[in-house]
């Protein structure tokens, strides 16, 4: 079964920027979409961010306007990258990417994005 990979986390001052990529160890097939999820200390994961077979994306409105979702393939491989600009301390969570097809769903490990001066 594929394995997703998530880099890009780190920590950021408050106004600064960072992108996550995530990749598939192997082609993943029949993608129905590919989204960004976090989750905060004491809080329950959220959907951040969604790109569908179609190219539409859907943000929650607390990144509306600062992230930005891509797909692509990357050596044959399934990528999903999030872009997140303007970055507040309310921000700071671990960051999941997730794949899900017809009959799956794939998890990344998660990668820390911590924003403080």
């Known amino acids: 079964q594929a394995q997703l990979a998530e880099s890009g986390g780190g920590l950021v001052q408050p106004g600064g920027s960072l992108r996550l990529s995530c990749a598939a160890s192997e082609s993943i097939f029949n993608i129905r979409a590919r989204n960004w999820y976090r989750q905060a200390p004491g809080k329950e994961r959220e959907l951040v961010a969604a790109?569908?077979?179609?190219?539409?994306?859907?943000?929650s409105n607390s990144v509306k306007g600062r992230f930005t979702i891509s797909r692509g393939v990357a050596s044959g491989k399934n990528t999903v990258s999030l872009q997140m600009n303007n970055l507040k301390p309310e921000d700071t969570a671990v960051y999941y990417c997730?794949?899900?097809?017809?009959?799956?769903?794939?998890w990344g490990q998660g990668t820390q994005v911590t924003v403080s001066s």
């Open positions: 997730n794949i899900v097809t017809e009959d799956a769903a794939y």
């Open positions: 790109i569908g077979i179609f190219g539409i994306t859907n943000y």
